[in-house]
């Protein structure tokens, strides 16, 4: 969740009834991505009354997949569900993802998106591009139109949960694993309430790191083009020689501006892609924490209703906030 105070009491209101007629023991990790309206504040009053709500709070806005890491590292289900808070993907589909898990054998099973009408065109156009892109280079096991909706068994969670990668893209790393796994259709809705947190920028930022996470592909582009450029100069060698003999000379000048602008265009495209790998190398060398957490509150008493007397004998404690299993110190 980041900034959604809007959408949060539409959701309690879908989710928390299917989750108590699964008829199983279970916790909602409330993973709250840094969020500077009264999302922190909501989930804290909703507990009073929701004792298997557990809220992680981030100490800054980590984004996306990091948030998700987040949850990932500290649920501790048998199953866990990936679900965003805006309910474009239906909660109501849970139940039949774990039946499947169950019936089958499974330790994934992807909610695939086999409407979207309620997205915008663009967003069905790019969405389709991504998903086609990510396919050729990662291979035909990342499911069409699956995004981080989906189901995943402790075997799974803990194989992600070793994986070293910094930067991760869920939508291919969990298909990368090969698990049994299955698929759930539904109809992606419109959003409940509020404003996308994923505009173009960040998608950008997705697809880029999903295709030099997962490929070499860029790198050996670059090599092509630089044989293309060189087949280029060849000809534009040609064409000169052939301008000198026939003394044309004076009317190269366009030819020549057009190669040294070719020729300079892939060069800064090939850097470009470099950069992109060796930035992501430098990013797995400092081996940075992804995200810092402020609180869990798994690690406080239990919730009681407001006004309600403290019990005898009790002592207020410290408790360390962790970031991604270290130590960051005290907090009240």
Same mark, same amino acid.
């Given at each position: 969740?980041?900034?959604?105070? %809007? #959408? =949060?009491?539409?959701?309690?209101?879908?989710?928390?009834? #299917? =989750?108590?007629? =699964?008829?199983?023991?279970?916790?909602?990790?409330a993973v709250d991505d840094g969020s500077t309206d009264r999302t922190g504040e909501l989930l804290a009053a909703l507990r009073l009354g929701w004792p298997e709500l557990r809220v992680i709070g981030l100490r800054r806005n980590s984004g996306h997949q990091a948030a998700l890491t987040a949850g990932l590292d500290r649920a501790a289900g048998a199953y866990v569900v990936s679900l965003d808070a805006d309910l474009q993907d239906p909660p109501e589909k849970i139940p039949e993802m774990l039946a499947r898990a169950r019936a089958e054998g499974l330790d994934i099973v992807y909610g695939i998106r086999a409407d979207r009408t309620s997205d915008t065109g663009f967003k069905r156009w790019t969405a389709h591009l991504y998903y086609r892109l990510v396919r050729r280079l990662a291979g035909s096991s990342v499911p069409a139109q699956g995004g981080d909706f989906r189901l995943l068994s402790r075997a799974a969670v803990d194989a992600l949960k070793a994986l070293p990668d910094q930067q991760r893209v869920y939508r291919l790393l969990v298909p990368? =694993?090969?698990?049994? $796994?299955?698929?759930?259709?539904? %109809? !992606?809705?419109? !959003?409940?309430?509020?404003? $996308?947190k994923y505009p173009l920028g960040r998608m950008i930022r997705l697809a880029v790191d999903s295709v030099t996470g997962f490929s070499a592909a860029p790198l050996r582009l670059a090599t092509w083009l630089g044989g293309l450029a060189f087949l280029v100069c060849l000809g534009l060698m040609v064409y000169t020689l052939s301008a000198h003999l026939w003394e044309r000379t004076v009317p190269g000048w366009t030819s020549l501006f057009t190669g040294v602008l070719f020729i300079g265009a892939v060069q800064l495209i090939c850097v470009g892609l470099l950069g992109e790998y060796i930035a992501r190398i430098y990013t797995a060398v400092q081996n940075r924490p992804t995200y810092f957490v402020g609180h869990d509150t798994a690690a406080d008493p239990a919730p009681r209703a407001p006004n309600a007397p403290d019990p005898p004998n009790t002592q207020i404690? $410290?408790?360390? #906030?962790?970031?991604?299993? !270290?130590?960051?110190?005290?907090?009240e």
């Open positions: 969740m980041y900034n959604e105070e %809007e #959408v =949060l009491p539409a959701l309690v209101r879908r989710l928390r009834p #299917v =989750l108590a007629d =699964l008829g199983v023991p279970y916790e909602f990790v990368w =694993l090969g698990f049994p $796994s299955g698929q759930v259709t539904y %109809e !992606r809705e419109s !959003r409940a309430a509020g404003r $996308s404690t $410290s408790a360390p #906030v962790q970031a991604q299993g !270290r130590d960051r110190g005290p907090r």
